[in-house]
């Protein structure tokens, strides 16, 4: 069989504000023509890159790479554009940059084919039929913002799919939607992929996309360390690079443990009492957080996990007071946040709760003992005070000798420990991570979740992650798949 | 059928429509600036001309040829000439022809009358009768009908001569001709003055002569009568004024000149006069106000292009995200090109047109308000190909600033490296030129393309206040919030959020130091200008009014003696005598001297604090001096009252010599007696004493060289004699004196004088100090003597002094009479008065007062007068108006600017407000934190727009020597800043974009969640997080 993709000892470089970060470390990778391959891989190992390489939208720095026979390595930026053009399809990883909010469903996918010159009467003829096959014939007027997480995917899909291209690349196509709606939009990728007989490469982090790919290829670190061919359920083995070197091996996939559902009982941190989230109207709504219900007592390093739209960082805003459930009672640290007004839960916030983001706002020009201080003038701390806290908290976070640096000087390691000691310095009682692993490799993530498996005698911590470190260190796990099976069995 | 990339940009611009709306309609606010200032520049340009020709309704503005002949024997071929090359050249410019004839003397020896004969032909069109009837055609030029021309009734015993055998001519009626048609400054005074009064008088002892009008120049021109008459026959056209315009100028002064060609081709004895000199000077004026236009022009083209920058930067990311999704769709380059292409041409082409027209349309009415032909401007600005072009020109920059600035692969420290690069190389540039030229005069302003200097002042200075402060905002802003740890978090967070991505407010900044500061600098350069028109207006009135009158019956010589009769016009009018005399301090170097009460310097409106560096009051304080025992006053021998003749008795022997007499009025007055020629053995000479010098004082006797002729043969002639005269008391001793008198020399013979040895305090200009000796002492020549000066400081300026390097001394005006007086005897009168009265109302009936007995003939100069004429003035109003559009589009683009620019601080910083909710920030104060954050921008942008107005203001009025009306400014302008006029703009535009943050704040940080606000979607994962993303839909 031709190969639609092959790449060899693919190395990407890009230049960062702490050093040149390698997203690419070698990567060699085979697709064929015909295919759906999906490439898995936490956050940070690279997925992305390889999509925007095979897509002609950035080079490899190092090594070769051949997409339906064109070799793009060196290509002209022009030849990159007929390579677009002429051969690929691209969903971008959010919909909601991939659809531009200006022109309605059809326009945004006949101007691919208008672009390329198709007539009128041919291309709105193709329009009708992709709106169909996507099943959202009756939105063809619909703009982006007048319609759901999944029909914004399944129009984006056929933005890709409307010139007919050769090779289809997919960025986290269901990172942004709800397992249900993750699985309809698979199934359609599928269809769409076998029906058009497109390639198709698809990289995510969602293990839901096994179901439909014929080639799995796992990333960590920047290279493939194993590969699956053939029915979804087979085992995947390591792979060998170029010069012979055996892949590290794959993670051990941990085991869900079973939501502890205890609500009420006066010891736990957060209590999640039949919590459900839903976004817009019935129409053209969303769902943020399946019902859920759930307890994470006092004291432990919990992590939420689930696949990308599951709802994890949902919930972590409803324990935090930063968005209110459609229904359900949320109680963080015994108060029942209903009862807050926005103010109030601001200042509950800042008494109790410590937040780490992915983005980790630490502000560039100031050092991290500096960063620290300005959180805890943020919780009211007067300056005075202020100071020796945020030298306690640096230091026993690792950071006694890196007071005086600025965070662009810090590996992203240290910034996240810079971002965890601002948290901590206010001595919150509930610390919230969201995926505070993923820009880490493997030995940063590992180091951190030892970090946090070391703080959780002083603070509860809640965290989301994908990230196998963090979730074997955690003390225990709620994943919500599981949880809403739960959730929605019948009782008894 | 727009094709694909159209389309999308087309729906961009309908989904963002308010945002879409700002843009265009800042650009269009822009456009509008340079096309209503171009055509006010030229609709003003066009009003000087008519107000040049029309000079107020008093003169008609007429082409003349003009030829003497000194007999009739060439009159019709110098007529042929003239009138074909009239047609010919002026035929589209001036009306009817109008021939004259204008008689030389027509003297009568036989009695002392004196006549001037003028023939036109058919006059009834410019005769105004006042007595009479009209004089029927005159046909064989021997009996002919007459018109006296006149303003009065003969005052004298008038007949009419007679030149010649066979002529009669009858006098049928009295009246005046046009002063303009056909022999322009005809004097029609007369016949008045039967006696001399001084120098000027007519040969035949008359002032003004009388004027004879006949009907018919060809009779009078073909008479034999006339023949021994000299004559200058003249042609005048008037000029239609209606037909002539600063676009049609040029091709009047081509025609002036091919009609002075071939008339002087033909003939060299033709003289053509025309308004063109008057007219180039308005012209170049216009020209050069129009030139400094320009600077209002391109600080709107720099408002533009920073507009133009601040979207893109506003856009910037959404633009971008519309290029990623373009690319990911496969499209080509040329695609993408086309998109930034479009989206930064369209909006800025509907600005430009609709700004274009907005222009257009506030250009027509203001043509038809001014009486301009709206058609012929239109064409002439902005319809014309090279506005139009200049118009697509800068468009066209703006949209390619705005795509660089957009487009995603063009980094934003690269172009704002290339703008540093650019201003700089522009600042040294212009501050190499400003340096080595100076000032601009009206010349460098005026022509098709003016100084470079004028067009890229505006922006190269603003862009480098800009440049200047953010660069200097970022460190500082992060020095401030390292250091500012107790301040109250709002602000410091605020201060934080600025100075961690400084792009955007930069950009704000940048704007504002354009709009704002287009707006300052319009109000402080207006202010500057109308401030000079009062300055330019105190300066030139001395205090309210400057009065000058006639000579007296004593002397011809102007001046307000006696002083005292302004004690007539009120106890609260304050009257001011001032001497005023052109002299010289060494020869050929020009002085104006001045003399006046010092205590009256501090109390004159037209004295500026920079004229001197030392306080007006100190250097009035050391011009004082003391006054002597019997006060200022000249001395000499009492003459006894009621004798009507002066008797002086001497002995005298030697040569013959010419002695006069200086007789003085305690007013003030003097007149010079002449006693005629004394010869030895004489010991008496008399003659009748003027009325008004009877009791009055001998002050001075002068001997003058009886003999003198003028010629070369003469130099060195000596005249002696010895003198001794008898009974002048208090004037001279009864000591023989000896004379000596050396060609054109005389002996002055006075008594000693209180200015005798002083040496007179004198304020002088910097470049007559220099003059002076090491000491401070300079000598002034005063007719044949001199004054010693002392110089006690120094003056730039001195009110009244016009000109432009003056050279002036200011010395206290009594002892300076004194001093004139004794220098050069019967001299020394005050020449002006300046006066003031405490209301206007009390200034309009001095000023009628001075139209009456006992004060003659007075020429005033009012203050207000000359404030009104410059307010005006055409040229004055189209900067100040170009001025106030400049201001109204600056703060709208301010306005404009500021919202656009809280709009999108909320929706882009949404994520950093998100992550300081979340570590418990209350929205409450999110609030205070979003409304400090446009509060800092706004005052960021506050200060670089005063600070760049200002800039300009000062750099701009220090570099162009042009005055409101487009002259040479004296004195010279001193930048004005209406701080209040300033203030209150500037905190209205503050509290109203603090109201509109205020409301933008609360609506965002109000009761609901983050998580509730975002409802209608689905809230993406951090990255495109806690954030609304970088796309937005308006409505």
């Known amino acids: ?435 505070p692993t993923a820009a880490l490799d493997r030995a940063g993530a590992r180091a951190e979740a030892r970090l946090l498996a070391d703080l959780d005698d002083r603070v509860t911590i809640l965290a989301t992650t994908h990230d196998p470190a963090l979730i074997e260190a955690a003390s225990d796990r709620l994943d919500l798949v599981a949880t809403i099976a739960a959730s929605a069995a019948p009782a008894g | ?230 004559r200058t026959y003249v042609w005048t056209a008037p000029l239609d004024v209606d037909r002539v315009h600063p676009w049609t100028a040029g091709a009047l002064r081509d025609a002036t000149a091919a009609l002075a060609r071939d008339l002087a081709a033909d003939d060299t004895a033709f003289t053509v006069t025309s308004p063109m000199p008057g007219l180039e000077a308005a012209l170049a004026r216009a020209d050069a106000a129009r030139g400094r236009l320009l600077i209002v022009g391109s600080l709107g083209v720099a408002i533009l292009l920073a507009f133009g920058v601040f979207v893109a930067l506003v856009i910037r990311e959404d633009v971008g995200a519309e290029v990623a999704r373009l690319r990911a769709v496969g499209s080509r380059r040329r695609d993408r090109i086309a998109f930034l292409v479009l989206e930064a041409t369209i909006p800025a082409a509907i600005g430009g047109i609709a700004g274009w027209a907005i222009a257009a349309v506030v250009v027509a009415a203001l043509s038809a308000w001014s009486g301009s032909d709206a058609g012929a401007i239109l064409a002439g600005t902005l319809l014309g190909p090279t506005p139009l072009a200049a118009a697509l020109l800068v468009i066209t920059a703006a949209i390619v600033a705005t795509i660089l600035a957009t487009a995603p692969g063009i980094p934003r420290a690269g172009g704002v490296r290339i703008a540093t690069a650019i201003t700089l190389t522009a600042t040294i540039m212009l501050g190499w030129q400003l340096a080595t030229s100076g000032p601009l005069g009206a010349p460098a ?127 609260d009018v304050t009257a001011v005598p001032v001497f005023r005399e052109t002299s010289t301090t060494q020869p050929g170097a020009r002085v104006e001297i001045l003399g006046i009460d010092p205590a009256a310097l501090s109390t004159l409106p037209g004295w500026r604090a920079d004229f001197s560096s030392a306080p007006i009051g100190e250097l009035a304080d050391r011009l004082q001096v003391a006054e002597p025992s019997g006060g200022w006053r000249v001395t000499g021998h009492r003459l006894p009252t009621g004798v009507t003749d002066l008797e002086v008795r001497f002995r005298y022997s030697g040569q013959p010599v010419r002695l006069d007499a200086v007789v003085a009025t305690d007013g003030g007055d003097a007149a010079i007696v002449p006693l005629g020629t004394i010869r030895e053995g004489m010991t008496r000479a008399s003659a009748r004493l003027p009325d008004s010098g009877i009791g009055g004082q001998l002050t001075a006797l002068i001997f003058r060289n009886d003999q003198l002729i003028a010629g070369p043969q003469h130099q060195g002639d000596l005249v002696t004699g010895t003198v001794t005269f008898d009974g002048l008391d208090g004037l001279v001793a009864d000591d023989p004196i000896d004379l000596e008198i050396f060609t054109v020399s005389s002996v002055v013979i006075r008594a000693p004088q209180a200015s005798d040895g002083l040496v007179l305090p004198a304020i002088v200009s910097p470049n007559l100090a220099r003059d002076a000796a090491a000491d401070g002492s300079l000598d002034l020549h005063v007719g044949g003597g001199t004054v010693a000066l002392r110089v006690v400081g120094t003056a730039a300026w001195a009110p009244t002094v016009t000109d432009a390097d003056p050279r002036f001394v200011i010395v206290p005006l009594d002892p300076l009479l004194v001093a004139v007086a004794s220098a050069l005897p019967g001299a020394g009168r005050p020449t002006e008065m300046w006066i003031t009265a405490p209301t206007p109302q009390r200034l309009a009936e001095v000023r009628h007062a001075l139209g009456q007995a006992p004060f003659r003939f007075a020429e005033v100069t009012a203050r207000a007068d000359l404030v009104a004429e410059r307010a005006g003035d055409p040229l004055t109003q189209a900067i100040v108006w170009s001025l106030v559009v400049a201001a109204i589009a600056g703060l709208l683009l301010s306005v404009g600017g500021l919202i656009l620019g809280a709009v999108t601080d909320l929706r882009d910083e949404s994520g950093e407000l998100a992550d300081l909710e979340a570590q418990g920030i209350p929205p409450s104060s999110l609030r205070w934190h979003a409304l400090a954050r446009t509060a800092w921008l706004t005052i960021g942008g506050g200060i670089a727009g005063l600070v760049a107005g200002v800039l300009l203001a000062v750099v701009v009025t220090g570099a162009l020597a042009l005055d409101a009306e487009g002259r040479l400014p004296i004195p010279p302008l001193v930048v004005v800043l209406p701080l209040l006029q300033i203030a209150l703009v500037v905190g209205g535009v503050v509290v109203l974009v603090l109201t509109i943050a205020t409301w933008l704040a609360r609506r965002t940080y109000g009761r609901a969640t983050l998580g509730e606000r975002r409802g209608g979607v689905a809230v993406p994962p951090r990255g495109a997080a806690w954030t609304a993303g970088s796309e937005h839909v308006d409505g």
């Open chain 1, 1 to 435: 069989m031709a190969e639609a993709i092959v790449g060899s000892g693919l190395i990407r470089i890009h230049p960062s504000p702490g050093g040149p970060v390698a997203a690419l470390r070698g990567l060699d990778l085979h697709v064929e023509v015909g295919e759906v391959a999906a490439v898995l891989g936490p956050s940070g190992s690279g997925k992305s890159t390889l999509l925007r390489l095979v897509a002609g939208l950035d080079r490899p720095s190092a090594g070769r790479l051949t997409v339906l026979g064109r070799d793009l390595t060196d290509a002209s930026d022009t030849e990159l554009d007929e390579h677009r053009r002429r051969r690929v399809g691209v969903v971008e990883q959010h919909y909601r940059r991939a659809l531009s909010p200006y022109v309605p469903a059809a326009e945004a996918i006949g101007l691919p084919l208008a672009l390329r010159g198709v007539p009128e009467t041919e291309r709105n003829a193709r329009v009708r039929e992709l709106l169909e096959r996507v099943g959202l014939a009756d939105r063809a007027g619909a703009y982006r913002h007048e319609l759901s997480g999944g029909e914004q995917q399944r129009i984006a899909f056929a933005v890709a799919l409307a010139p007919r291209p050769a090779l289809l690349l997919a960025d986290e196509p269901t990172g942004e939607l709800d397992g249900a709606t993750a699985e309809t939009i698979l199934e359609a990728l599928r269809d769409l992929v076998r029906a058009e007989g497109t390639t198709c490469l698809v990289v995510t982090h969602d293990e839901l996309v096994e179901r439909v790919a014929d080639r799995v290829i796992h990333l960590a670190d920047g290279r493939a360390v194993a590969e699956r061919r053939g029915r979804p359920g087979s085992e995947a083995r390591p792979v060998r690079d170029a010069q012979g070197w055996l892949a590290p091996p794959l993670p051990e996939p941990s085991t869900p443990v079973a939501p502890a559902i205890r609500p009420g009982l006066g010891a736990d941190a957060v209590v999640l009492d039949t919590v459900e989230r839903r976004y817009g109207t019935d129409a053209v709504g969303s769902v943020g957080l399946p019902r859920t219900t759930a307890a994470f007592r006092r004291g432990g390093f919990h992590v939420v996990t689930g696949p990308s739209g599951s709802g994890k960082t949902t919930l972590l805003r409803l324990v935090a007071g930063l968005d209110r459930p459609t229904d359900g009672r949320v109680v963080t640290l015994g108060t029942d946040l209903a009862d807050l007004d926005r103010d109030a839960l601001a200042r509950f916030r800042a008494a109790r709760i410590g937040m780490v983001d992915q983005v980790r706002d630490l502000v560039p020009f100031l050092t991290a003992r500096e960063n620290v201080e300005l959180g805890l003038a943020i919780r009211g701390f007067a300056p005075g005070d202020a100071r020796p806290r945020a030298t306690a908290a640096l230091e026993g976070v690792g950071l006694g000798d890196h007071f005086d640096r600025a965070p662009d000087g810090l590996s992203a390691g240290e910034r996240l420990r810079v971002a965890l000691a601002r948290a901590l310095a206010a001595d919150p009682e509930l610390l919230i991570l969201d995926e």
């Open chain 2, 1 to 230: 059928m727009p094709g694909p990339i159209t389309s999308l940009v087309l729906a961009r611009l309908r989904r963002r429509a308010a945002t879409a709306a700002i843009s265009v309609a800042s650009v269009a606010a822009a456009a509008a600036l340079i096309g209503i200032v171009s055509g006010i520049g030229l609709i003003a340009a066009d009003a000087t001309v008519e107000r040049t020709l029309v000079a107020g309704g008093a003169e008609l503005p007429v082409v003349r040829v003009s030829r003497f002949s000194p007999s009739g024997a060439d009159h019709a071929e110098a007529r042929a000439s003239a009138e074909a090359a009239l047609d010919e050249h002026m035929g589209d410019f001036t009306g009817p022809l109008v021939a004259g004839l204008l008689g030389h003397e027509l003297a009568d020896l036989e009695a002392p009358v004196f006549e001037l004969i003028v023939a036109v032909d058919d006059p009834e069109t410019w005769l105004t009768l006042t007595e009479g009837r009209l004089p029927v055609h005159c046909e064989d030029g021997e009996r002919c009908e007459a018109v006296l021309l006149s303003e009065s009734a003969p005052d004298v015993d008038f007949r009419i001569a007679r030149p010649a055998p066979g002529v009669e001519l009858t006098i049928v009626g009295r009246g005046l001709l046009h002063p303009a048609m056909p022999f322009g400054d005809l004097d029609q005074r007369g016949p008045f003055g039967s006696r001399p009064i001084g120098g000027g008088e007519y040969q035949t002892g008359r002032s003004s002569p009388a004027v004879i009008l006949v009907n018919g120049a060809e009779a009078v021109a073909k008479a034999p009568a006339f023949d021994r008459t000299g």
């Open chain 2, 445 to 571: 302003l005026a022509g098709v393309i003016a100084s470079p200097i004028v067009v890229l002042l505006p922006p190269t200075l603003v862009f480098l206040a800009a440049l200047v402060l953010t660069t200097l905002l970022p460190p500082l802003l992060r020095a401030v919030t390292r250091r500012t740890t107790g301040a109250p978090l709002p602000i410091r967070l605020s201060l934080l959020s600025i100075a961690r991505d400084p792009g955007r407010p930069a950009a704000t900044v940048t704007l504002l130091a354009f709009s704002l500061g287009a707006m300052v600098f319009a109000t402080a350069w207006s202010a500057t200008l109308r401030q000079g028109n009062e300055d330019a207006a105190a300066y030139r009135s001395g205090l309210d009014l400057r009065v000058t009158e006639l000579g007296t019956a004593l002397s011809v010589a102007k001046s307000v003696v006696p002083v005292s009769r302004y004690e007539s016009l009120g106890d």
